[in-house]
């Protein structure tokens, strides 16, 4: 990612959510401010906790703490009671504002709240079941979750794509234990585009199909993406002996195959090529993984 370019414009679209989803609360339209706390939250959690360098250490425990903080506010308003519900309030929320607004900027490790609380209240909700990521979770759950990112806030004359995979047909489909995909963004050279998201473990099973019937929404727009670039799916599963997940094969979508409605992508041998450039088909057989894809403007 082109830090010059690519991460003010990811900002400013998350300023843009915060704000929105502030108006909302204030205005009492907590069904929408909630909606929008999710979608904010759910993004900036994953960049957070992404191993990837597009942000500093710093920036993504700024961000992980401004996550907890709309988790919190996100809770209060579902209790409906929110003057009274421990945790974050609107006031807190907005003193936040200028900190998500300055993040790329600022290098200060002072944060205006203190979030022990809000963390506090989350934790007590995972324990009752709730739906918040845990660093240190059951990582079964996790992979049966998966971790999806919701559809990013619209940009004005630009174009989103959302993917939804169908089905992978395999002859030995039956055999694999809790499979998966792996979606990720690279260009030309295998360098990552965007966080990589994995699906929640297949729906279903049955003779040489896996089920995922998953939308994957691309996290950043066609036309800020390099020429080049190209969608991976990389199919994985879990190997109980070696308690491990292993790659079983991939698939890639090119830019140039990128239109709207149904598509089937062929499977390829594994390690994963991201470069393009040694790639061997998995099977003579006529299998594929079938998406359906959806041009958003």
């Not at 929408?32 to 710093?58: C, G, K, P, T």
């Not at 790329?104 to 918040?132: C, H, I, N, T, Y």
């Not at 995922?212 to 036309?223: M, Y």
Request: aromatic share 8%; charged share 30%.
């Amino acid at each position: 990612m082109d830090d010059d370019g690519e991460l003010p414009i990811l900002v400013a679209r998350w300023q843009a959510a915060y704000k929105r989803a502030t108006d909302f609360d204030m205005w009492g339209q907590p069904v929408e401010a909630i909606d929008v706390y999710q979608r904010l939250s759910r993004q900036l959690h994953q960049y957070a906790n992404s191993e990837d360098s597009i942000f500093s250490d710093h920036q993504k425990k700024t961000l992980e703490k401004i996550a907890v903080c709309l988790d919190s506010r996100e809770r209060a308003l579902q209790s409906q009671k929110p003057g009274q519900a421990a945790g974050v309030s609107l006031n807190d929320l907005k003193m936040l504002e200028s900190t998500l607004k300055d993040i790329l900027g600022s290098s200060r490790d002072d944060f205006p709240l203190d979030v022990s609380v809000a963390q506090v209240q989350l934790q007590k909700l995972m324990e009752r079941g709730g739906s918040f990521k845990s660093r240190n979770g059951d990582e079964k759950q996790e992979k049966v979750r998966g971790n999806l990112l919701p559809r990013p806030l619209p940009v004005a004359g630009m174009t989103l794509l959302t993917v939804h995979v169908e089905q992978i047909g395999l002859k030995d489909a039956a055999e694999y234990i809790d499979p998966f995909l792996t979606v990720s963004v690279k260009d030309s050279t295998g360098q990552d585009m965007t966080v990589s998201q994995d699906t929640p473990v297949a729906s279903e099973k049955f003779d040489s199909c896996i089920v995922f019937n998953t939308d994957i929404h691309v996290q950043k727009t066609i036309e800020s993406l390099p020429p080049g670039f190209a969608v991976f799916f990389e199919l994985k599963h879990y190997k109980p002996k070696k308690r491990t997940i292993s790659t079983r094969c991939w698939a890639c979508l090119e830019k140039d195959e990128i239109k709207d409605g149904p598509t089937a992508l062929e499977l390829y041998k594994k390690p994963t090529d991201f470069r393009r450039k040694n790639i061997s088909l998995l099977t003579v057989k006529p299998l594929y993984l079938h998406l359906r894809l959806q041009l958003l403007r």
